[in-house]
């Protein structure tokens, strides 16, 4: 029997899953394979390989909405919607070059099962706030739907939500329907520089407090700023602060106004237009630019906005590390640099003594084996969590321990 | 409406229950946390959704998330029932009582515990309403964004069990958008938080399934919630057509444009007229349909969209324009659709509100079924939807006292729902199953689809203890959705009947 199964109908999948229980198979399920990296390794699996269950099946641009195979890639689903000037608005990054080095842009499946976002999420959410409906088949072997086509919907549990983030432990999607919107025809990114990281969060905060509807509020520290392939960016050795505005064209004009007018007191303002702004965005979303591509371990960190720059003077008193910061100083991109075996105690310990999440990004089989890869959680809420993996994949079929130890 | 089986052991020993309860909530409280005498029940005999009434068996009134623990870790421990309730205004019959569980009330947690300007969230007890969270931070001129019609008297844990929308969630998102984090208690008593001042916490997203659970999963304590600078400007406009059909095609064209508005609401002919009538909010009584477009942010944008949106309705054969040039004129516009409920109910003795979202490409198929089932049927309807996410609210006019006729607008009202199904939209956008539509699941949903939403409720509360009845048209025990039958590939599951 071959060890990549390639199931070429829902159906197929179906069969393969129910085949799976009763004779007790596991699988890594696999789009392209762009972020195997993330999550726990996982050992003696076939892989459901679910390239073959590809395509867009309905796209209405008026009604703003996409349904597609969860297997169709991601470079079909963008340039379909650019036709229409459309876009996902929760802005997801390719991330394959920080895994494999590969130019993939992963699948829709792997982009909602992993919840991916990015510098949007501010303003117009996660993968999770996009998705609308799905099917799938469960790791107990059913074939079920969920949600539907349209946004207002109420009836019944939400599983959308449950599905989104759930890395594929839960049930392989087949079909899945997201909500697409227009793109924004100009944008504009404001930066100002040589501020210390407090006080630029404060200036991202002060500016996200206002009624602007920022869609990017970022940071970059001195010494990560001019790794940017865009001289704006990186000529001057300095710190950069930097926000996006979209949207339509005076509106746009209207709002740089204001922030050039707050900021003023800052330093000089500078201005990226569209092109500029979409490859600076694209940088800042794919996160391998602005930190050490040899690094043992990437982190993911998630915390209060106003936290971000003390937990990483915190962070940086005991670890080597390069760090910049997005959401509004709310995520902390960190790539650490030198060679402790320590890290991770550090990270989670100074997590344990504040609220937010950390996960390690990316790391070598051995360390994503052996600590955590997401934020360990409370006995009651692992419990709960132990009852869903349970209750929907009886057998562990489906991606075992790819979250947690022994789930 | 059929409900669970009452429980009789658990009626027989109700004055013990009272007696332990009594041991859980503070003496000095008894008078006023634990009601048991039929007057004070009957204050909580429905919700929102008044043609369903049932006294509950008791109600408790508990003040800390302590509290709430210990009971439902009693009532857990007793195979007792557990109803959690808010403010009570749910359309869908979510907080209806039983006859043999416990009304758990939040209206003592009421306070609001914490304002982060830096990180822009408010932290509420379950128990505070929808509106005055705005009003706590209106002075710095930050809002609360979801805006269910009922926000002056809904709580902010009923939005959440709701997943409640508004007239801006077209632009700003519901509920499950807007909230970061939650404390809440599960049937077995465990105290656990999702999420908190941060974005999307790692693991399975709870939070999001809590959101829109209607009570089914566990009890809410506190909410962490997002909230937003109020735009600098807002202006509506009215737009009228002679064609209900010319009106929908004109709001695809201006979300087609790229142009997503804080509020996007329509009213037919019938609706304007009772509005009007009632608020004398300047509509026109010569149109079939009515649009109000509201759209917010900085002047210059509004200036620039609203001669797009203006342009858009003309070549829609829009013959009434109307713009609102200050803020009262804009709330006048706003008045009569919000008080369209009220004012429909001046011209019948009773009315019925559906909920159904349809595609919005959908809506004159919808339109002209729903005129040939009101011709059926012999009821008026009359129609307010919000127009710019397909949410419709037909609302079926009817006499309770004329036998008979409550039944015709409840098979109406199920006709359209089934409608909105066929058409590729859902039974309820915003007002939640609960019991009202609870055996309609079965046109959206597949016995299989049903049973993975209830492994969900199988891991929060496998005893099927917190708000039986609702939601779930049949009845699955845990221990059966959790065994996978697998014999040659097919699995097998008992047919368990309705209740």
Known sequence: MSSVFSPDTPKDLLDCIKMACGQGEKFEIRGQGSKRGWGRPIHNCRILDLGKLSGISLYEPKELVLSAAAGTTMKSIVETLRDNDQYLAFEPPKLSSLYDGSDKCGTLGGVIATNLSGPRRLSAGAARDHLLGFEAVSGAGEYFKSGGRVVKNVTGFDLSKLLAGSFGTLAAMTSITVKVLPRPNKSRTLLVRGLENKAAIKVLSESLSLSLEVSGAAHLPIGISNKSSIPYISSDNSSVTVIRLEGHAPSVEARCKIVKKIWREYGDIEELHTHNTEKFWNEISGIVTFLDQEANQIWRISVPPSQGAELLVKLKEKLKCDAFFDWGGGLIWLSESNETKYSEKIIREAMSEQSGHATLFRASDKDRESFDVFNPQPNALMNITRKIKKNFDPHGVLNPERMYEGV | MKMPDLNLETLEKRP??????????????????????????????????????????????????????????????????????????????????????????LGKFNKIIDIDYNNRTVVAQPGVTNLSITEAVMHNNFYYAPDPSSQIACSIGGNVAENSGGVHCL???????????????????????????????????????????????????????????????????????????????????????????????MMDKLAIKAAEDFIQAGYPLDVEALLIVELDGPKSEIDYLINIVEDISKDHGAGYIRISNNDSEREIFWAGRKAAFPAVGRITPDYYCMDGTIPRSKLPEVLKSMNEMSEKYDLRVANVFHAGDGNLHPLIMYDANKEGELKRAEDFGSEILKLCVEVGGVLTGEHGVGVEKRDLMSTMFTEEDLKQQQRVKCAFDPEGLLNPGKVFPTLHRCSELGRVHVHQGKTRFPDIPHF
Do not use: W
């Open chain 2, 16 to 105: 013990e229950i009272i007696k332990a309860l009594r041991k859980i909530i503070p003496e000095e409280n008894f008078g006023d946390n634990i009601i048991e005498d039929e007057d004070g029940l009957k204050v909580y005999e429905c919700d929102g959704l008044s043609a369903y009434c049932q006294l509950p068996m008791l109600v408790v009134l508990p003040e800390t998330t302590e509290q709430v623990s210990q009971t439902l870790k009693y009532c857990s421990d007793n195979d007792i029932k557990v109803v959690a309730r808010g403010s009570g205004t749910s359309l869908s019959g979510g907080a209806l009582p039983l006859a043999d569980a416990v009304l758990l009330g």
């Open chain 2, 171 to 265: 632009k700003y998102g519901l509920t499950t958008n807007n909230i970061l984090g939650i404390e809440m208690v599960l049937m077995n008593g465990d105290i656990i938080t999702l999420g908190g001042k941060y974005l999307d916490a790692g693991g399975y997203d709870f939070l999001g399934i809590l959101a829109g659970s209607e009570g089914l999963l566990g009890v809410i304590t506190e909410v962490t919630v997002r909230i937003l600078r109020k735009p600098d400007l807002a202006r509506a406009m009215l737009i009228g057509f002679d064609d209900i059909v010319a009106a929908g095609d004109c709001v695809a064209s201006i979300i087609g444009a790229g142009i997503i508005p804080g509020g996007m609401e």
